[in-house]
């Protein structure tokens, strides 16, 4: 998971984890899965399998499904995952997000901030890098709020500025959006009247802003701007094919083929993806393969909110951070499909999952 930018890697050490667990498993000396997690990720994958069955494209279905293997994640996490082996993924998370972000801060300095050269880090892609960077940060800003060991802010604090310094100077607005709701959410969580500080501290931030960064905040709320009109247009495609194909969707790998039939005024002429979860979901694997999306965000929140209730006080720091994640990547994921992004998906479900190894509950 810590070296999960660098996917092929990340990949190997997978299979190999996943062997070795297998192997753990029939030996007993690992315990055995058991989440309400498991049911909804179940869910999805039967799903997924039917959706690729009846698609217009089998062959090409069932090639894209191999990204279902990453889902072996959640329930190594949940088997294998305590609080000695959290802290050690966490510093390592840490570690990987302080080399990136400088990385992409170089970048920054050498491009100047233009859409032209977003910032990459040690990613393939600025989108990847922007939702990998929301996703790590805001589990160390978790950490950083809430763990009452203050010598962990030596590394959690420096990272998480970084992180999200990064993440402001890359001009990926979705990513903006993810990272404001996990920071509010946050805000909530500590003392809800620090919320009054907000509007202060959007001033501060947008005086202190360089002008690249400006410009784009200022065309996110501007409805007649080319790249806002080209969001709405793919919407209302991802909608046709909703209407079309409402049960199972157009097949798994099969939006971006199908879209010149669907595509609907205002949309751009060729799109990797809708850029957006619920409509990429619904439009890809139908209305039901969005409630098994759906039921994999409310079982964990469901979960999250009685854990944080019951469970020992030092396992809160995590179990918020994780929050924090899932709440920004969520929201990111309005304008931006980084459920179906490889690098990005590994920390999403590693924040998925944690809560149910550090505070488990039996399935019932």
């Excluded at 939006?255 to 990797?272: L, N």
Aim: charged fraction near 15%.
């Amino acid at each position: 998971m810590a070296v999960s930018l660098k996917i092929a890697l990340a990949n190997i050490l997978l299979a190999i984890a996943f062997g070795l667990f297998v192997a753990a498993l029939i030996r007993g000396s690992a315990r055995r899965p058991r989440a309400t997690l498991l049911l909804p990720i179940g869910a999805w994958i039967l799903i997924s399998v039917v959706s690729a069955l009846f698609s217009d494209d089998p062959h090409r279905s069932f090639v894209d499904l191999k990204d279902l293997l990453t889902l072996a994640l959640a329930p190594m996490i949940i088997s294998l995952l305590d609080d000695r082996r959290w802290d050690r993924l966490l510093m390592l998370l840490a570690a990987a997000l302080t080399v990136s972000a400088t990385v992409g801060i170089v970048e920054y300095i050498r491009s100047a901030g233009s859409l032209s050269h977003r910032l990459n880090g040690l990613a393939n892609h600025y989108m990847t890098y922007a939702g990998w960077t929301l996703v790590v940060t805001l589990l160390l800003v978790g950490d950083a709020v809430f763990n009452r060991d203050r010598r962990r802010l030596l590394w959690t604090a420096p990272a998480a500025t970084l992180g999200a310094l990064t993440l402001l100077l890359g001009l990926t607005r979705g990513a903006w959006i993810g990272l404001a709701a996990g920071l509010v959410l946050a805000a909530v969580l500590v003392r809800p009247r620090v919320l009054l500080l907000l509007p202060m501290a959007a001033t501060l931030l947008l005086l202190a802003a360089p002008q690249s960064v400006l410009s784009r905040a200022v065309a996110t709320s501007d409805l007649d701007h080319p790249a806002t009109r080209e969001r709405l247009g793919m919407i209302s495609t991802g909608l046709a094919m909703v209407q079309a194909h409402p049960i199972l969707g157009v097949g798994p790998g099969m939006v971006q083929p199908a879209y010149t039939e669907y595509r609907r005024d205002g949309a751009p002429q060729r799109i990797p993806h809708l850029h957006n979860n619920i409509i990429q979901i619904a439009a890809e694997r139908g209305l039901m393969g969005l409630a098994a999306y759906l039921a994999i965000l409310g079982t964990f929140v469901i979960h999250i909110r009685h854990a944080l209730k019951t469970s020992r006080e030092n396992a809160r720091p995590a179990l918020v951070g994780c929050l924090l994640a899932v709440a920004g990547v969520t929201a990111a994921g309005l304008f931006e499909y980084n459920w179906g992004d490889a690098e990005v998906w590994i920390v999403t479900l590693a924040s998925l999952s944690a809560p149910f190894a550090l505070v488990p509950r039996e399935t019932r």
